[in-house]
């Protein structure tokens, strides 16, 4: 079992229906898979947390590459797990601010291996810098940060 982080920016006419249509239909395919997750969108950006079997999440990735609706997706932090940290979540919507945000720097700050998933969540979208490289947990001399506009 793995979790990830990427980021993608979003196609400049994308619409509230079509946010909501990707939250329902992953949301009916992750059981599928044995995928759980949130989607962040905010400021015409994707910010998206998955967890689930390796083999899973590679599929999933190269179809998230493929979707039209994103561009620019870069995997921004990616470990292994012991157990997922967000188990009920087929796939939920989580809007910046308030408890819910709260609550997921909480579930990520709990365990060690997470915090760099923490320190990604604090910066998106509010700070942009530029692009970044993320090193694998571990490395004091990694930095989280995402390419403009993301």
């Given at each position: 079992m793995e979790r990830l982080i990427y980021t993608s920016v979003a196609r400049p006419d994308i619409g509230p229906e079509e946010i909501d249509s990707i939250?329902?239909?992953?949301?009916?395919?992750?059981?599928?898979?044995?995928?759980t997750g949130f989607l962040i969108f905010d400021h015409g950006c994707f910010f998206q947390y998955l967890e689930g079997p390796t083999n899973e999440l590679d599929a999933l990735l190269v179809k998230i590459k493929r979707d039209r609706r994103h561009s620019g997706v870069k995997v921004r932090a990616r470990s292994a797990a012991r157990s997922p940290l967000f188990a009920r979540w087929r796939m939920q919507r989580v809007r910046i601010g308030g408890e819910?945000?709260?609550?997921?720097?909480?579930?990520?700050?709990?365990?060690?291996?997470?915090?760099?998933?923490?320190?990604?969540?604090?910066?998106?979208?509010?700070?942009?810098?530029?692009?970044?490289?993320?090193?694998?947990?571990?490395?004091?001399?990694?930095?989280?940060?995402?390419p403009r506009p993301c």
């Open positions: 939250v329902q239909s992953s949301a009916l395919a992750n059981p599928l898979r044995s995928v819910v945000e709260k609550d997921l720097l909480a579930r990520f700050t709990a365990e060690h291996e997470t915090l760099e998933f923490a320190r990604l969540l604090r910066r998106f979208p509010k700070e942009k810098p530029d692009l970044a490289i993320i090193r694998p947990s571990g490395d004091p001399a990694a930095r989280p940060s995402f």
